[in-house]
Structure formats: structure tokens, C-alpha cells
């Protein structure tokens, strides 16, 4: 196990360095000059001038590519053009809207998916499982902005009973904060759990086609029983692999819907940086998200020895 993690954590280093040099190298892939593209149109040559030097763009690529990387091991992400403050303080601030966005969010996904794809896997080609895979393939396919204004149309603007957008601290209170997050966690959840109900329920049919479910149903073991202890549990392994593997929906998805229900997260300053073309945010962010991801697929892996103990590292 530990030789395992040992090897694991050193691809994941290769693979930040990897990102690193692309995330470091979107600054210059951009057509022009990027520092007249970030001036604009009315922007004066001292101004250009200005953001070239900002920016180190009048030294060698290597050269600037090695100051950023060694101002990343000290966690400066550099100064946003437009704000001139630290990338990492803006990243900061918006980091409680993008985090209970998310948490809610799985809470959401992972409650209702799990129960209705083990419910169609335990009543298979009933009416009940096609309309548990109706509503997957539905939810799936669906983009997250029209289902988040289908959602704002009925429960904010004819229902009037949550609010239409905005976001609430947690501090200001758990209700103000909870009922603000409710439809922004439907509208993204639904997709998210459409996935893993599917992968769920394929998995778990899978798990209850094998001879020793037969054998604890000879047994006279309730179905429940049967379900929970021998069926999921044995069906976990592909579960937990589809979540890790959905944070990257997650991330992509929590960027547009923080955009439609205005919510100040780390995706809502995503989108302002692209349309300003900050990019010391751009590259800031790209680098958080893409930590993140790596990481939770790690701890996803790991713990794959605690739901299915014949896998040895």
C-alpha cells in the first residue's frame, strides 16, 4: 500500500507539472500579441508596453516559465491585471459559494442516484426501472442552464418560493444560506446523478446475476438485507469510480451554474477573468481545479481496498 501511494503521488506530481507547462504556456498560444489583445483596441503603445512588462512577456519563455513556477512553490499565483490583487486572495474569497455549491451538490447526486439505480437494477425491466432510466437518460442529456431556468420558471418565478438568484454566507445563517443553494443544487445534481444512477444500477445488475446472491436468497435473506449487505457493497467499486471520475462534470458544470443563479464563486470569477482576459485568474484557477480533480481521483482510488478487500496494492 504505501510503496502504492508513493507511486501514485509521484505521477501525480508529472501530471501538475504537465498542466503547469500548458496552463503557464495558454498565455502565449493566444493569436497576436496577448498583450495588445489584453490592452484592447484603444489601448495606447505605452499601455501595451505596460502589460508586456507586467507580465515578463520581454523575457525568454523558460525564463518567465521558471519565475512562475517558482513563485508557485511559494503560493503566489501571480496579480490579476485588472484588480491588481493576488490571485490567490480572489480565489479565496470565492471559495465558500464554489465549496457549498459542491457539497450540496454531491449530497444531492449521491442521496437520490444510488437508491433509484439499485431500485431499477432490483426491479429490472419493470415499469418502475424504465422510468428510473427515463429520467437518467433525461437528466443526462439535458444541459445544466436549461434545466436551471426550467427550475427558476417554476420555483422562483410562478411558485415564488425560493429565490430567483444570489448567495447567502453560511454565517449570515444555515436557512438564508440552505435556501439559496437549493435550486443551484437541483439543477447541477440532476445531471451528476443521472450518471451515477445509470453506472449504479448496471453495476448493481451485474452484482445480482453472480451465485452468491443466489445463495443468500436460498437462505431466505431479505431482499433488503441482500441489497444493502451483499449487493451494493460488492457493487461499490464502480460507484465510487463514476464520482470520482464525474468531479470533472462537477467543476465544469458548477462554472455555468454559478453564472445563471449569480452565485460570486470561483466559477463566476472564472467566467469575468475569460471574458477580460486576466489570465494570472485563468491560470490560478485551471491549476486549483485540476489539483483538485487529481487529488480526489487519489483518495478514490485508495479507497477502493475499504469497499472490496480482494484488492491488494
Known amino acids: 500500500m504505501l510503496s502504492y501511494i ?24 493566444t493569436p497576436g500579441d496577448p498583450a495588445a489583445v489584453i490592452a484592447g483596441d484603444v489601448a495606447t503603445a505605452e499601455d501595451i508596453a505596460r502589460i508586456r512588462q507586467s507580465l515578463g512577456l520581454d523575457q525568454p519563455f523558460l525564463v518567465r516559465f521558471g519565475n512562475w513556477v517558482w513563485a508557485l512553490l511559494h503560493g503566489d499565483l501571480g496579480t490579476s491585471i ?36 439499485a431500485i431499477a437494477a432490483a426491479r429490472a425491466e ?49 436557512w438564508p444560506w440552505f435556501r439559496h443553494l437549493i435550486l443551484p443544487s437541483l439543477a447541477l445534481g440532476t445531471v451528476y446523478a443521472a450518471l451515477i444512477a445509470r453506472i449504479t444500477r448496471a453495476s448493481v445488475l451485474d452484482v445480482l446475476s453472480q451465485d452468491y446472491i443466489r445463495t443468500a436468497q436460498a437462505k431466505g435473506l431479505k431482499e433488503r438485507d441482500i441489497m444493502i449487505h451483499h449487493a451494493l457493497k460488492n457493487a461499490a467499486v464502480p460507484i465510487i469510480t463514476v464520482i470520482g471520475i464525474g468531479i470533472g462534470l462537477l467543476i465544469s458544470g458548477a462554472v455555468v451554474t454559478e453564472t445563471v443563479f449569480a452565485i460570486p464563486g ?25 489539483a483538485t480533480y487529481v487529488i480526489i481521483n487519489l483518495v478514490i482510488d485508495l479507497s477502493y481496498v475499504f469497499f472490496d478487500p480482494r484488492i491488494r496494492y
Not at 96 to 112: D, F, Q, W
Not at 266 to 279: C, K, N, W
Open 126 to 174: 419493470s415499469k418502475l426501472d424504465h422510468a428510473i432510466m427515463g429520467f437518467s437518460v433525461l437528466g443526462f442529456s439535458l444541459p445544466v442552464f436549461v434545466l436551471a431556468y426550467l427550475l427558476i420558471l417554476l420555483f422562483s418565478l410562478q411558485l415564488q418560493w425560493l429565490p430567483v438568484q444570489g448567495y447567502r454566507p453560511i454565517s449570515e445563517g444555515l
Open 82 to 117: 485588472f484588480n491588481n490583487l493576488p490571485v490567490s486572495k480572489l480565489i479565496s474569497q470565492r471559495v465558500e459559494p464554489t465549496l457549498s455549491l459542491t457539497i450540496c451538490t454531491l449530497i444531492v447526486a449521491i442521496v437520490t442516484s444510488v437508491p433509484l439505480g
Open 6 to 29: 508513493v507511486r501514485r503521488l509521484g505521477a501525480t506530481i508529472v501530471v501538475m507539472a504537465v498542466v503547469a507547462f500548458f496552463v503557464f504556456s495558454l498565455l502565449y498560444l
Open 266 to 290: 470561483i466559477g463566476r470569477l472564472t467566467v469575468d477573468a475569460i471574458l477580460r482576459r486576466d489570465y494570472p485568474i485563468i491560470q490560478g484557477v485551471i491549476l486549483i481545479f485540476s
